[in-house]
């Protein structure tokens, strides 16, 4: 049984007959990939399945259960809801559960994620399958074995890459072409880690075992090579503390203004 709260389910089949009533050609596309499903979570997982399967390789019949397997866990379920709640709040281009589910790519690609993270230790052949065709479907490039909390937005999300070992707790906010990677060829615990709250702009790269503290702020295009402090506010490359941030949770609020203190 998954977390998802009803409600979630309820309002998304509502906006799907408000879309078909107000144009018939939507209805095929609508019934089958939400009023025919039985629960937010089994109506994302085809989704997924139909998004990245491969006539040649998984096709969606072989993705569907292994996504719907990982989703449907209580732990993963939970996060989807509080990734959907995370975009719907934050993104003011988004207003509704249905936008969200069927065109932001960095919802998608993220949950594409919790599914290969799932796998990661069993069947990490499928693990890998679902990182590349998410690369290739969404642009988006998350290791399945990188770990990620819940309450999570990737913003338009084109060109994000987060490596093996980052860590990114809940309540962070990640816009487009941000890298979360390494400084080279070293291995082991090489990638950032990303505390609560953090906003990450545009364009930022953060490189190497670094820790980015809660509720910090890294302004677009910044390149990060040192350990940011909570609650501060860093740009520049090489990104420098600019200043403190003026609100506790950026990752939340969403402020990408630069605060010079």
């Known amino acids: ?68 397997q990982a989703l449907n866990s209580m732990e993963i379920s939970k996060a989807i809801e509080m990734d959907l709640n995370a975009v719907i709040s934050r993104d003011p281009a988004t207003n509704t559960i249905i936008e969200t589910f069927l065109f932001s790519k960095g919802f998608s690609a993220l949950q594409a994620y919790r599914a290969s993270n799932y796998h990661w230790n069993s069947e990490n052949l499928l693990s ?45 906010s990640i816009f487009q072409g941000v890298t979360l990677g390494g ?33 910090a702020k890294i302004a677009a295009g910044s390149v990060v090579l040192e350990d940011v402090p909570e609650h501060m506010t860093v740009a520049g490359v090489p990104a420098k503390v600019v200043g403190k941030t003026s609100i506790k949770t950026p990752g939340i609020e969403i402020d990408h203004t630069i605060e010079e203190n």
């Open 183 to 215: 400084t080279g060829k070293e291995i082991g615990d090489r990638h950032p880690k990303v505390r609560k709250g953090v906003l990450i702009s545009s364009g930022a790269k953060i490189l190497g075992n670094v820790e980015i503290g809660e509720g």
């Open 128 to 172: 890998y399958f679902l990182q590349s065709r998410s690369s290739q479907v969404y642009g988006v490039d998350i290791h399945p074995a990188a770990k990620i909390g819940k309450g999570i937005m990737l913003d338009h999300a084109t060109g994000i890459v987060i490596g093996e070992t980052s860590v990114i707790e809940d309540d962070v």
């Open 1 to 68: 049984m998954n977390a998802v709260d009803k409600n979630i389910w309820t309002k998304l089949r509502s906006e799907a007959e408000d879309y078909i009533k107000s144009n018939e050609n939507y209805k095929d596309f609508l019934e089958s990939l939400v009023l025919s499903n039985d629960d937010f979570i089994s109506s994302i997982s085809l989704k997924l399945s139909r998004d990245l399967s491969q006539a040649w390789s998984f096709t969606e019949k072989k993705l569907y259960p292994g996504i719907l």
